[in-house]
Structure formats: C-alpha cells, structure tokens
C-alpha cells in the first residue's frame, strides 16, 4: 500500500535562520518488535500504544540517529539493525522555530492551520540558552557547506547575513555575486556594487569568526575571507581593527576572547523558546499499513 505524498508545511513567511529541519526514518519492524517482544503487548495494544508514541526531541533531531532511528537518503535502503524493507520505514519531519519576534505572528498562523485530528501535528515546546542555539546553528552550517569548494566562504557569509538581517532576501542580494569585501566608508549595514557585496567592518568581522569557527575543526586555523587564519591571528586583526574595543571585549586571553566573542555572537545571555512541530502524518498511516499485514 503506497502512501501518498503529503503537502509540505509552507514556511515561507518565515525568516530562514530561525527555522531548522531535521528528519529521521524510523523501522516499525523494530518499534513493533520492541512493544510485542520486549514488552509484551498484543498485536492490537501493540498498534494503540505505537500510534500514540511520540519519540523526544533528542531522538528527531540527533545528528546521528539510533535505534529504531536510521538516516538515509537510499529510498531502497533496508533498516540497519533489522534489515527490513522500505514498507516498514516511516519518515519523521521536524520543523524547529526560533521564538522571537520575526518568528512569532507566523508560527502562530501556521501552527493555527495544522490538522488536529489523530495528532497528526505534535507540538514540544523547548527552551534552550542563545549561545547552544548559536552552535546548533553552526553545526547545521558546517553539514550544509562543502568545505572543499571554494563557494563555502560565500555561502557562510549568507548565511551569516541571514541570521543578522532574516528580513532581507540574501538570496536576491548574493545573486551573481563574486566577492566579499570590508567597506572603507560604511560603519554599518552592506552596500553591493557592481559583483561585489561590501560590509561595514564590524559585520566583515563577525564573517570572519563565523568562518574561522566553521572551518578551524577542519584544517589547521581556520579559513576565511582573508585567507587561512590561526586563533592568534584572527584575534589580532579583530583587535587591530578596532572590533574588540567597540565590543568591549578587549583584555582578557586569547581563548576567554574567544569564549566571550561567541557569547556576542549568539546575542547574549539569555533564553529562547524553541518550538518544534513533528509531522507525524507519515508514521500513522505507515503504523496503519504495517499493522493490517503484521495482524494477518
Ligand atoms: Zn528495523
């Protein structure tokens, strides 16, 4: 029994850095094997209580899933700890979205929309602190670049940008661009010229730490619009710059430097509420098909 493809959510309204995707397959052979052997349910219970399952944010969204979670992007691919076939395997999306005030009329028109019936929808709500989401963020940027080509610095800068302004289309501004450059005149914001993106120092700085943290786990130093950098350099021309004074961030090491530039980065201190919408829709009508076969 196929299942039809279902609509994806519309999530244009909002800004693209306070919105991350993740999704997982899950193997019903394994969950049903789970509740019947392990546990002991009937078949019939069995199928209730999986339809009212509802895996925890850990498991939606770990980079590396575990079981009865697998990822992978071979459609014929067979479950890696039961070696089921496809027919078994249910996609889990999960949309996270960064509470704020960018986010927030849309999240609430969205989440308005959403179907109730059977919990088609589930939504867990989270909190988490700015500077984990700063690095939830660089870890999605660091998977979605290819360090090996050269369009990574540009892409990174983007993306940067984005989190800055979520407002502006980036993707209209990037547009045939070639390069990257300090402005000599702007104190603030961006002006593109001709094929080239200019930015006031402090947003050029800020690229280059985003750079540098994207990379440094990657080669030695880390590499950035202004070549290879190591920690030393790249807190010198911060400094150099004038950066570390406007920031009041001077003094101290160079890794507490570090430690309390990233802190700038994320925006501070403070909490943020995360709101994550589980489509479930896939999983219940796959449960339902698994089960008509698993009952026979
Ligand atoms: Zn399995």
């Given amino acids: 029994m196929a299942t039809a493809k279902k609509k994806p959510l519309d999530l244009s309204a909002f800004p ?10 899950v193997c019903l052979a394994c969950v049903f094997e789970i509740f019947t052997k392990q546990l002991g349910f009937a078949p ?11 895996p925890t944010i850990a498991e939606l969204t ?4 575990l079981p009865p979670f697998f990822d ?12 089921a076939g496809k027919r078994w395997h249910a996609l889990l999306e999960t949309i996270r979205i960064e509470g704020g005030k ?16 059977d919990n088609q929808f589930q939504l867990i709500e989270t909190k988490s602190d700015k500077r984990a989401i700063f690095f939830d963020w660089l870890d999605t940027l660091v998977r979605n670049l290819n360090l090996d080509e050269e369009s990574w610095l540009l892409e990174a800068t983007r993306a940067y940008l984005g989190r800055l302004e ?5 993707i209209e501004v990037f547009e045939g661009l070639r390069a990257v450059r300090r402005s000599q005149r702007l104190s603030e914001g961006w002006e593109r010229e001709g094929s080239r993106l200019f930015l006031a120092p402090p947003i050029y700085n800020e690229v280059l730490i985003v750079q540098y943290l994207v990379s440094r786990s990657h080669v030695h130093g880390g590499q950035t619009l202004e070549g290879r950098l190591t920690l030393f350099e790249l807190i010198r021309r911060l400094r150099y710059s004038g950066y570390l004074d406007a920031k009041e961030l001077s003094g101290a090491d160079q890794s507490d430097t570090l430690d309390a530039i990233i802190e700038k980065l994320a925006g501070g201190q403070g909490k943020v509420k995360l709101y994550h919408i ?5 999983f219940l009508d796959r449960v339902k098909s698994v089960y008509a076969r698993y009952a026979m």
């Fill in 166 to 170: 979520p407002k502006t289309n980036w």
């Fill in 16 to 25: 693209s850095a306070s919105v991350t995707e993740y999704s997982t397959l």
């Fill in 278 to 282: 589980v489509d479930r829709r896939e």
């Fill in 102 to 117: 960018a986010s927030d009329a849309a999240r609430r028109a969205l989440i308005k929309k959403l179907p109730q019936k």
């Fill in 62 to 65: 770990a980079p590396k899933a």
């Fill in 44 to 54: 019939r219970t069995a199928y209730s209580e999986i339809r009212k399952y509802s």
């Fill in 72 to 83: 992978s992007d071979d459609k014929q691919a067979h479950c890696p700890y039961c070696n």
